[in-house]
């Protein structure tokens, strides 16, 4: 089964708008963390936010916010104002606590198009 | 400034050949990572490393090998590549914690002929 589900392979959004991105994801681990990484068309790996399962308010980074609801088990990525640089593929990535492991799964992504 | 970078960046090699991609950090970070990317299937963990002599299996890691001799390098090795194993590799390095995001490297693009 799928331990990240990006649902949403394509979305345009108008420039100035704000756009979701959704993720949800699969795990019976009560301690994990939430990533989403950014990755614009040269293909670099950019990290944009962490939200940790025990925290209690919703992760916020400039224009990016996370919209974690833990019992719906979804961490959806919300881009405020959207600018045409925003224009990239997103992935949503979950590391769990138990094994230490230190490895990130990762979702399918979701290619985010501006229209200005 | 700490970086993680990757060479070659492209490589276009023949079906049977051995291919390694190197991949060097100056963060200092014990946790090190290869991944492909592929389309429809994001990214896939291949190796992985905890530090020095360590290495581990990730989901997708028949073909491939790793060794780490020291905290800088994790180089893969492609022992006799196939023109399955076409593809984007990423090289990635982390802080052991939780919150700790992996840092990447800008890809090598492999195709094999």
């Known amino acids: 089964a799928q331990k990240i589900t990006q649902t949403q392979p394509g979305m345009f959004v108008q420039e100035k708008e704000a756009v979701t991105l959704d993720c949800t994801y699969d795990?019976?681990?009560?301690?994990?963390?939430l990533f989403w990484y950014k990755q614009p068309s040269s293909g670099e790996m950019i990290f944009l936010i962490y939200q940790g399962s025990y925290d209690q308010q919703n992760a916020t980074e400039g224009r990016y916010s996370l919209n974690f609801q833990k019992a719906r088990k979804s961490a959806n990525l919300v881009i405020s104002a959207s600018q045409l640089g925003d224009s990239a593929m997103y992935f949503c990535?979950?590391?769990?606590?138990?094994?230490?492991?230190?490895?990130?799964?990762f979702g399918q992504g979701t290619t985010l198009q501006v229209k200005p | 400034d700490a970086e993680i970078t990757q060479s070659p960046r492209h490589k276009i090699t023949e079906t049977g050949r051995q291919v390694t991609l190197a991949c060097h950090q100056t963060?200092?970070?014990?946790?090190m990572f290869w991944y492909r990317q592929d389309l429809g299937h994001g990214l896939r963990l291949i190796h992985y490393?905890?530090?020095?002599?360590?290495?581990n299996k990730g989901e997708v890691s028949d073909g491939y090998s790793v060794s780490r001799s020291n905290t800088e390098d994790l180089p893969l090795t492609l022992e006799s590549a196939a023109s399955s194993q076409t593809s984007v590799y990423f090289c990635?390095?982390?802080?052991?914690?939780?919150?700790?995001?992996?840092?990447f490297g800008d890809g090598t693009r492999l195709s094999i002929l």
């Open positions: 963060w200092n970070h014990n946790n």
């Open positions: 990635a390095s982390s802080e052991t914690g939780l919150n700790q995001p992996q840092h």
């Open positions: 490393s905890y530090g020095v002599h360590d290495t």
């Open positions: 795990t019976s681990d009560p301690s994990y963390g």
């Open positions: 990535a979950m590391r769990e606590r138990s094994g230490n492991t230190g490895k990130l799964i």
